[in-house]
T-cell receptor
């Protein structure tokens, strides 16, 4: 059972605002991921991290940025939100040397008006 | 060609029947295979993992892997309406990016 948390769960915000989506896990997992998923559509990897001070861009081009200063924390930031950023954002984590089983947080549903 | 392919469905089965979900993958170096269940509006939940050829059973779920054919399947026995969800196949390689590649999912509908 994974303990991975995301806040806020729901966010409605106006265009141009800066937002940070929080993701924390208590399992000590080295690897963490951010996915974007529109309703009924597939998951798209937007960022991942192998450990502290390690971040990489994923498959889907994203205007967001991430940081990994602590093992347990992997926040995602949008400097200037736009309606095209409206989506569900899912955070996941997995152990570094395991079989790559990923555990997902509950997600943040973002609406930009 | 997508790296992980699934039929989008919906796959409709009557309650009590066996649901069979299929997935093919393109990277022969893949070593880890997973099935996730995702209810509408929720996040994916890991339900099965398989790493070697053959069958792996867990309760009503059986995962099947055939690396030669690059094929993974999930069988759900005695399907229940609560099994209605989208099932995501995910494949991992232990080189390169070292992240899972997800299929687009198959929507399963279990009819009462």
């Amino acid at each position: 059972e994974a303990d991975i948390y995301q806040t806020p769960r729901y966010l409605v915000i106006g265009t141009g605002k800066k937002i940070t989506l929080e993701c924390s896990q208590t399992m000590g997992h080295d690897k963490m991921y951010w996915y974007q998923q529109d309703p009924g559509m597939e998951l798209h990897l937007i960022h991942y991290s192998y450990g502290v001070n390690s971040t990489e861009k994923g498959d889907l081009s994203s205007e967001s940025t991430v940081s990994r200063i602590r093992t347990e924390h992997f926040p995602l930031t949008l400097e200037s939100a736009r309606p095209s950023h409206t989506s569900q954002y899912l955070c996941a984590s997995s152990e570094q040397e395991s079989s790559y089983e990923q555990y997902f947080g509950p997600g943040t549903r973002l609406t930009v008006t | 060609q997508k790296e992980v392919e699934q039929n989008s469905g919906p796959l409709s089965v009557p309650e009590g029947a066996i649901a069979s979900l299929n997935c093919t993958y393109s990277d022969r170096g893949s070593q880890s295979f997973f099935w996730y269940r995702q209810y509408s509006g929720k996040s994916p939940e890991l339900i099965m993992s398989i790493y070697s050829n053959g069958d792996k059973e867990d309760g009503r779920f059986t995962a099947q892997l055939n690396k030669a054919s690059q094929y993974v399947s999930l069988l759900i026995r005695d399907s229940q309406p609560s099994d209605s969800a989208t099932y995501l196949c995910a494949v991992g390689t232990h080189t390169g990016r070292r992240a899972l590649t997800f299929g687009s999912g198959t929507r399963l509908q279990v009819q009462p």
